[in-house]
C-alpha cells in the first residue's frame, strides 16, 4: 500500500468511527468542523486518485444524484407485525398464555416501541447488501441507496464476530428536532406538512433522490436479528452482539422475569419518553429465549411470543374559552379554539385546530363547553369530543362558523366540494395582501431578501399595498422606519434589484395566482412565452396546456379578468421584471415529442431520471407515472419493475432504451 493509500484508508477509518461515536453513540470525541476538514481531505484524495474508489467510503453517504425506481425484493423471512393492547390486563393474559404453554421458566424482554418506519437490513460478510421497507410484509421496497445515507447505520459491520449472512429489523425514525426543522421549511416553501415525524420518515425514505434523504438526518434503531447463525439463543444477546457490530440498539432494553417488573418498565417509559428525541408509541415485550420462540411459534399475522402494548393517546379535559378564526394567504378560514391552558404531552396547549365548518359542527360545539383534547402522534393538538355530562343547565352559546371575514367584513364564500370557506376581497383583505407579497418574495419565487416581518412592518406604515408597491420604495422612507439603517434598506433595494433579472416563470409563480405553483407556472410561461399572450388566453387554450386542467384555467381567467391584477402586471413590467419567456429557456423547447405521453423505468447510464424527465418536457412531451394503453412507449433502463413490464406487455405498449430514445432526439 502506497502512503496515499495508507492515507485514506486511515482517514475513512477515523471518519466511521467518528460517525458511530456521534450517530449511534451520541458521544462525538471530536468537533464538526474537525470532522469535515477531515472529510474534505478525503474527498480530494478521492478525487485526485479514483483507483481507490470504494462504494462503503464515508464520502459515499452523502447520496448521489441518480434516481432509481424501487425495486421490489422478496424477504427472506416475512416481516410480521405484533398484536396490539391497550390495556394492563391484556399484558396480563399475554403473560399468562405464555406461562400455561412453555410450563417452565421464562423471561420477557420489554423495549420501547419506537414509532418510524420499519426497515429490513441485510449484512453479507459484513457488508450492507440490501435495505428493503416493510411492504406487504412479504416484499417490499429495495431503499439500499436511500438507507445508505443514514449515518447511524454501518455500511460495514465493527469486529470479526458476525455471522456471514444476517438479517436486522428495525425502526428508521426522523428525530423530533429534524421534523420540526423539515415542517418550518416546508411551511416557508409552502408545501404541504407532515403530520408526524412516523409519515416524515416513511416519506424520506420513498424519496427517488438520495441526496434528498441524506439532508434530512434519519436516524435508526435496529431491535431484531435474524439468522440461520445467530451468535446467541437469546433475543436479548443477539441484540447485545448486534450492538458490538456497531449497529444502533436502544439502550432502554429490560430483561424482565416477573409482570410487576413488567409494569415497572411500562410506567417508567410512559412518562420517560416524553425526554426521548424520537417518537414511541408503545411498549414491546417478547420472549427472551429463542428456543422458548420457537415453541411459541406465531399465528397467521403475529408471533405468539410478542406483544405491542401502545400508550395512551394523551387526553385531556379542558374548557372552551372561545373559537377564532384566522384568514391565510388564499383567504381560505380555519377555525382555531382557544382553550383555558392544560399541560398535555409535556406541553402547555391553548389552542386547537377545528379544521372546517362540518367539524365544529359534528362535534356540537358550545363556548364553555369541557372539551376533550388529544395529543396522538400529531403535533398540533385536537378536540376529539366534548364531554357533555358535564354541560350545565346554562349552556353556553352554540358555536357557529362566521359568515363574513373577521379582517375585512367580506361575506364569506365555500366552493361546491370544498370543505373550506374564503373570503373572496382578495385585493382588500390584509391578511391575503400580506400573505401575497411574502409569497411573491421567497427563494422560489422573487427571491428578495426580506421576512415576513418586513413584510408587516412595510405594510402598517403604508409603504406597500401589493407587489408592484415594492418597486418603489425608497432608502429614505425605510430609514424613517424603526430597526432600519443604511445597511439594511440599501440590502433591500439591491435584492429587489437583483430581482428584476429572475426569469418569468418564476415571476408568473410569484403572482401568486391560485392553483399555480411552480410547475404549472414554467408550463405555462413555456406555452405562451409571454405575459400579454398568457393574459389573452382563452380557457380552451389554457386547458390544452400539458399539466393545466380546467381548475387552473378557470383561475388564470379569473385573475386577469381583473383590472387590478392588470394594473399590477403592466406596473411590475414597467419596473423591467422578467415577463417573456428567457431566451435561454425557450431556445431548449422543441415540440419534438408532441403528443407523446412516455413513462420513465428503471435505471440509466447516460442521464439521471430527472434529467430525462426534463428532456421529455422540453420536448413537448407528457411525463407519465403508469403504463395505460394511452402510453405511447416506455423508456426502459435497466431493472425495470416487474409490474410494468408485466402491465406493458399486455398493453403492447412499445420499450425503448435510452440509446434509442436519445437517437430519436437528436435524428427529429
Ligand atoms: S419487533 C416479529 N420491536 O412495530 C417481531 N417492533 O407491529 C417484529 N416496532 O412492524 C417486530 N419498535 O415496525 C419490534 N422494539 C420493537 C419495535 C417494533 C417498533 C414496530 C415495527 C413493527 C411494528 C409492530
Redesign the pocket.
Known amino acids: 500500500m502506497n502512503e496515499i493509500e495508507a492515507r485514506i484508508v486511515a482517514l475513512r477509518r477515523e471518519l466511521e468511527q467518528h460517525n458511530y461515536n456521534y450517530y449511534v453513540l451520541s458521544a462525538p470525541t471530536i468537533s464538526d468542523r474537525e470532522f469535515d476538514e477531515k472529510m474534505k481531505e478525503l474527498e480530494k484524495l478521492e478525487a485526485e486518485h479514483p483507483e481507490f474508489y470504494d462504494a462503503d467510503s464515508p464520502t459515499q453517504r452523502v447520496g448521489s444524484d441518480l434516481t432509481k425506481e424501487f425495486r421490489q425484493v422478496a424477504h427472506r423471512y416475512p416481516m ?3 398484536g396490539n393492547t391497550y390495556s394492563e390486563e391484556d399484558v396480563r393474559d399475554f403473560y399468562e398464555r405464555i406461562e400455561r404453554t412453555l410450563g417452565e421458566p421464562f423471561e420477557i424482554v420489554a ?4 414509532d418510524g418506519t ?1 426497515i429490513s437490513l441485510i449484512y453479507e460478510g459484513g457488508r450492507l447488501v440490501q435495505a428493503v421497507t ?1 411492504g406487504d410484509g412479504v416484499r417490499g421496497d429495495d431503499v439500499t441507496a436511500n438507507v445508505r445515507t443514514i449515518r447511524s447505520i454501518p455500511l460495514k459491520l465493527h469486529g470479526d464476530s458476525f455471522p456471514d449472512e444476517v438479517e436486522v ?1 428495525g ?1 428508521i425514525l426522523l428525530p423530533w428536532a429534524e421534523f420540526e426543522r423539515l415542517n418550518k421549511e416546508r411551511e416557508a416553501q409552502e408545501e404541504p406538512l407532515f403530520a408526524n415525524p412516523r409519515n416524515a420518515a416513511s416519506g424520506t425514505l420513498k424519496q427517488q433522490n438520495p441526496a434528498i434523504v441524506a439532508e434530512r438526518k434519519l436516524d435508526a434503531y435496529l ?2 436479528v435474524l439468522g440461520e447463525d445467530l451468535p446467541s439463543d437469546t433475543h436479548y444477546g443477539n441484540l447485545e452482539a448486534a450492538r458490538s457490530w456497531g449497529l444502533k440498539v436502544s439502550d432502554a432494553i429490560k430483561v424482565c422475569k416477573s409482570l410487576s417488573e413488567i409494569f415497572d418498565y411500562i410506567n417508567y417509559w410512559d412518562t420517560e419518553r416524553k425526554n426521548l428525541p424520537v417518537a414511541t408509541d408503545g411498549i ?1 415485550l417478547k420472549v427472551n429465549s429463542i428456543r422458548q420462540q420457537q415453541i411459541l411459534g406465531f399465528t397467521a399475522k403475529n ?1 405468539r411470543w ?1 406483544i ?1 402494548y401502545k400508550f395512551q393517546a394523551e387526553r385531556e379535559r379542558t374548557r372552551l374559552n372561545s373559537v377564532s378564526f384566522q384568514v391565510g394567504r388564499t383567504g381560505a378560514i380555519t377555525p382555531v379554539a382557544n382553550l383555558e391552558p392544560v399541560l398535555l404531552a409535556g406541553t402547555v396547549v391553548k389552542r386547537a385546530s377545528l379544521h372546517n365548518a362540518d367539524i365544529i359542527e359534528g362535534l356540537d360545539l358550545h363556548i364553555g363547553d369541557q372539551v376533550f383534547v388529544e395529543k396522538g402522534g400529531e403535533i398540533i393538538p385536537k378536540i376529539v369530543g366534548v364531554d357533555v355530562e358535564a354541560r350545565s343547565f346554562m349552556q353556553g352559546e352554540k358555536v357557529r362558523f362566521i359568515t363574513k371575514c373577521p379582517e375585512c367584513g367580506t361575506p364569506l364564500v365555500r366552493p361546491e366540494g370544498e370543505a373550506a370557506h374564503y373570503c373572496p376581497n382578495e385585493a382588500g383583505c390584509p391578511p391575503q395582501i400580506k400573505g401575497r407579497i411574502e409569497h411573491f418574495t421567497t427563494r422560489r419565487a422573487m427571491n428578495i431578501n426580506m421576512g415576513p416581518e418586513t413584510v408587516e412592518d412595510l405594510y402598517n406604515a403604508g409603504l406597500i399595498h401589493n407587489i408592484a408597491d415594492l418597486y418603489e420604495l425608497k432608502a429614505a422612507d425605510l430609514m424613517r422606519l424603526e430597526r432600519w439603517a443604511e445597511k439594511s434598506a440599501r440590502n433591500l433595494l439591491e435584492s429587489l434589484r437583483a430581482s428584476k433579472d429572475v426569469p418569468f416563470e418564476r415571476v408568473l409563480y410569484g403572482l401568486g395566482i391560485r392553483y399555480v405553483g411552480e410547475t404549472v407556472a414554467k408550463k405555462l410561461a413555456l406555452t405562451f412565452k409571454t405575459i400579454d399572450r398568457l393574459r389573452e388566453a382563452t380557457l380552451e387554450e389554457l386547458t390544452a396546456t400539458p399539466d393545466v386542467g380546467e381548475r387552473i384555467a378557470a383561475s388564470v381567467v379569473k385573475y386577469f379578468s381583473d383590472p387590478r391584477n392588470v394594473e399590477i402586471v403592466e406596473r411590475l413590467k414597467n419596473y423591467g421584471l422578467q415577463m417573456e419567456v428567457g431566451e435561454e429557456t425557450a431556445a431548449l423547447q422543441t415540440e419534438k415529442l408532441k403528443g407523446l405521453s412516455i413513462v420513465i423505468s428503471g435505471t440509466f447510464a447516460h442521464h439521471s431520471r430527472d434529467e430525462y424527465k426534463e428532456m421529455i418536457e422540453r420536448n413537448g412531451g407528457k411525463n407519465v407515472g403508469s403504463v395505460s394503453k394511452k402510453t405511447s412507449f416506455i423508456l426502459a433502463g435497466e431493472n425495470m419493475g416487474p409490474s410494468k413490464l408485466e402491465k406493458a406487455a399486455a398493453l403492447g405498449v412499445k420499450l425503448m432504451t435510452e440509446d434509442e430514445f436519445l437517437k430519436m432526439l437528436e435524428d427529429a
Open positions: 410480521l407485525s405484533l423495549e420501547l416501541k419506537f420499519s416493510r429489523r425502526e431491535y431484531y414491546v408471533p410478542a405491542a
